[in-house]
């Protein structure tokens, strides 16, 4: 089965990367997948890791089952243009990973008189760029029918949830914007951990290992944060005053603020 990826930049590529590296479970050898770039610099690697590469988009979703879109989300509505009359929709799924871009907009970019009225199978998909490594948190909202060869690509990118797509915006706010606020937390640890004279590197290292925990901890049936974060405030104890010194400097406000603004309207 040949797999097509339009657009080899960050998501593409590791969207790339990610399916290469967990052959054969989704596809069978890296050769099954084609990606296609304007610049062949970012087809390199990949080209390396043994799939398929080329410059032409339509060479790229020529004979391919699954059609993975991974441009900017202005350049979608154009590279549909050019691609679409080289899909088999009788067979061929489309998968969109754009921001900002509805079920309506792509019906209507999709469709083709010689179609006829046959609506390709197509989806948008929201991952973030763990797909690589294998644990992204994806979603996929279905424009017609039920998109089964994306959700097992994806399924093996890490998890995916099939939402509405009232709740989209919202979803990629939180976790394909989200992984940077998270990184955030991270650098800004490290930076009061040189502070407090430890090595950045060492430093790094230290908190990876505490949010893997606090992480799994979230993991187990029937928790939540505040649960857990009880049973480190020992009272009149250290923890409590960094919880409520990063209150005072307006913490919870400034995650809730950045995940609004993130959220496309
Ligand atoms: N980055 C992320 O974490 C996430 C991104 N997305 C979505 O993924 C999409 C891609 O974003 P991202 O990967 O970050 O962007 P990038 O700019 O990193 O990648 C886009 C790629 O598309 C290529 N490209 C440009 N024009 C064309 C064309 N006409 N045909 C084929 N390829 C083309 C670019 O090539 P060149 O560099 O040669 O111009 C570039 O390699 C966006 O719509 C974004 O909303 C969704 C979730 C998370
Ligand atoms: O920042 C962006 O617009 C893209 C979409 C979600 C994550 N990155």
Redesign the pocket.
């Known amino acids: 089965m040949k797999v097509a990826i339009?657009?080899?930049?960050?998501?593409?590529?590791a969207i790339a990367r990610g399916l290469i590296s967990s052959a054969p479970r989704f596809i069978t050898s890296p050769g099954d997948l084609c990606a296609?770039?304007?610049?062949p610099?970012?087809l390199a690697p990949l080209a390396e890791a043994g799939a398929s590469t080329t410059c032409s988009?339509i060479e790229a979703v020529r004979d391919a089952s699954l059609v993975i879109l991974?441009?900017?989300?202005w350049?979608?509505k154009?590279?549909i243009t050019?691609i679409k009359d080289h899909i088999d929709y009788s067979y061929a799924e489309i998968a969109v990973?754009?921001?900002?871009v509805t079920i309506s907009d792509l019906n209507e970019w999709l469709h083709k008189e010689s179609a006829g009225s046959r609506s390709p199978s197509f989806c948008i998909v929201?991952?973030?760029?763990a797909v690589s490594l294998c644990k992204s948190m994806t979603f996929q909202v279905n424009g017609n029918g039920t998109c089964p060869l994306t959700l097992k690509a994806f399924g093996q990118l890490g998890e995916v949830m099939v939402i509405e797509e009232r709740l989209l915006p919202a979803a990629?706010s939180i976790a394909?914007c989200g992984?940077a606020y998270a990184l955030r937390y991270i650098r800004a640890a490290m930076e009061g951990s040189v502070e407090l004279g430890i090595r950045a590197p060492l430093a790094q290292e230290m908190i990876v290992q505490t949010l893997i925990g606090a992480a799994s901890l979230l993991q187990e049936p029937g928790t939540h944060p505040e649960t857990e974060i009880d049973k480190v405030t020992t009272p009149g104890g250290l923890t409590i005053r960094g919880l409520n010194a990063m209150e005072h400097s307006g913490f919870t406000s400034a995650v809730i603020n950045g995940l609004k603004a993130s959220t496309p309207r």
Request: with cysteine.
């Open positions: 339009i657009g080899a930049g960050a998501m593409g590529g296609a770039n304007p610049s610099r970012r988009n991974c441009v900017k989300p350049l979608v154009d590279v050019e990973v754009a921001a900002c929201m991952p973030n760029t990629t394909s992984i």
